[in-house]
């Protein structure tokens, strides 16, 4: 099996910074595309950033220059540097990774909560 586990969210106020971590385990050849994910109560899921296994980024236009998607294939992590947090980000972010292995698939985080408020 595979499991995503995410760390690094929190209350922060705007202006400031956090930064996310997920970390992907278990029966894992290598992971292809990886990306952050986004929810805020009463809305539908959106992307907010994507990274290639060669590092190939792309983001969202509400985050571009502010948040930064980085990954570490040896670890098989996946990182999300937000800066100049507005109270607009506050949402519970996932990560989303393709997993290849004994059991390729599409793999999610259990979610960590970003609060951004004064």
């Known amino acids: 099996q595979v499991q995503l586990v995410e760390s690094g969210g929190g209350l922060v106020q705007p202006g400031g910074s956090l930064r996310l971590s997920c970390a992907a385990s278990?029966?894992?050849?290598?992971?292809?595309?990886m990306a952050w994910y986004r929810q805020a109560p009463g809305e539908q899921r959106e992307l907010v950033a994507h990274?290639?296994?060669?590092?190939?980024?792309m983001y969202a236009d509400s985050v571009k220059a502010r948040f930064t998607i980085s990954r570490d294939n040896a670890e098989n992590t996946v990182y999300l540097q937000m800066n100049s947090l507005k109270p607009a980000d506050t949402a519970v972010y996932y990560c989303?990774?393709?997993?290849?292995?004994?059991?390729?698939?599409?793999?999610w985080g259990q979610g960590t909560q970003v609060t951004v408020s004064s």
């Open positions: 989303n990774a393709l997993v290849i292995g004994p059991w390729t698939g599409d793999y």
């Open positions: 278990g029966s894992i050849f290598r992971i292809d595309a």
């Open positions: 990274i290639t296994s060669s590092g190939s980024t």
